[in-house]
């Protein structure tokens, strides 16, 4: 069963940058999209970006379009999202999985954008 496990989160300024990372056990990971979430306390759980299982088409969510960036490693089973210009409301714990056919859900990564 493919695992996922979350890292990259912290406390950052605003303006600042983060890059987080997802990395998934299991050899299919390479043949499945993935996605970045987020969930801010109170609030249901966002698709805030997407990419296919080979990397060429990425979809974002407007609220983070030009600021964030996923990408994706098929030979270490590792799915990035480079976060930049962060604002206070992108506070909240980003999680990865598949957007496609979601998996049980990692623990997520906490990021906190605040002076």
């Known amino acids: 069963q493919v695992q996922l496990v979350e890292s990259g989160g912290g406390l950052v300024q605003p303006g600042g940058s983060l890059r987080l990372s997802c990395a998934a056990s299991?050899?299919?990971?390479?043949?499945?999209?993935m996605g970045w979430y987020r969930q801010a306390p109170g609030k249901q759980r966002d698709l805030v970006a997407s990419?296919?299982?080979?990397?060429?088409?990425?979809n974002y969510a407007d609220s983070v379009k030009g600021r964030f960036t996923i990408s994706r490693d098929n030979a270490k089973n590792t799915a990035y999202l480079q976060m930049s210009n962060l604002k206070p409301e992108d506070t909240a714990v980003y999680y990865c999985?598949?957007?496609?056919?979601?998996?049980?859900w990692g623990q997520g990564t906490q990021v906190t954008v605040s002076s």
């Open positions: 990419i296919t299982s080979s990397g060429l088409i990425t």
């Open positions: 299991g050899s299919i990971f390479r043949i499945n999209g």
């Open positions: 999985n598949n957007p496609w056919a979601p998996i049980p």
